[in-house]
């Protein structure tokens, strides 16, 4: 069982940054691919980065074509923590932010554990 925690959400202006964490419990947080995802209102859940498990400490970072060059993410498996880091945020952005794990080869999914999500907001 993985357990995560999101955290870092809030209210920021268009231009600004943001950092995400996300904790997460278990004994094996270094070999799960790794992704972000977000839901803006009436909006369905849309992938927005992975930080995918190739194998033997080789990851892949991948990123939907609306975050490319924005958002990083990125992972400290000493402090089971993932990372997004936002930046030049957009109005668009604004989204309930969730973290998941898996196991899966495609680092779009399936995901096996989801957190219970941040809320970002990007005021214009």
């Known amino acids: 069982q993985v357990q995560l925690v999101e955290s870092g959400g809030g209210l920021v202006q268009a231009g600004g940054s943001l950092r995400l964490s996300c904790a997460a419990s278990g004994r094996t947080f270094s070999t799960y691919t790794m992704g972000w995802f977000r839901q803006a209102p009436g909006k369905g859940r849309e992938f927005v980065a992975a930080?995918?498990?190739?194998?033997?400490?080789?990851?892949?970072?991948n990123y939907a074509d609306s975050v490319k060059g924005r958002f990083t993410i990125s992972r400290d498996n000493a402090k089971k923590t993932l990372y997004l880091q936002m930046n030049s945020l957009k109005p668009d952005d604004t989204a309930v932010y969730y973290c998941?794990?898996?196991?899966?080869?495609?680092?779009?999914?399936?995901?096996?554990?989801w957190g219970q999500g941040t809320q970002v907001t990007v005021s214009s």
């Open positions: 998941a794990a898996g196991s899966a080869r495609d680092y779009l999914g399936p995901y096996d554990y």
């Open positions: 930080h995918h498990y190739i194998s033997n400490s080789l990851y892949s970072a």
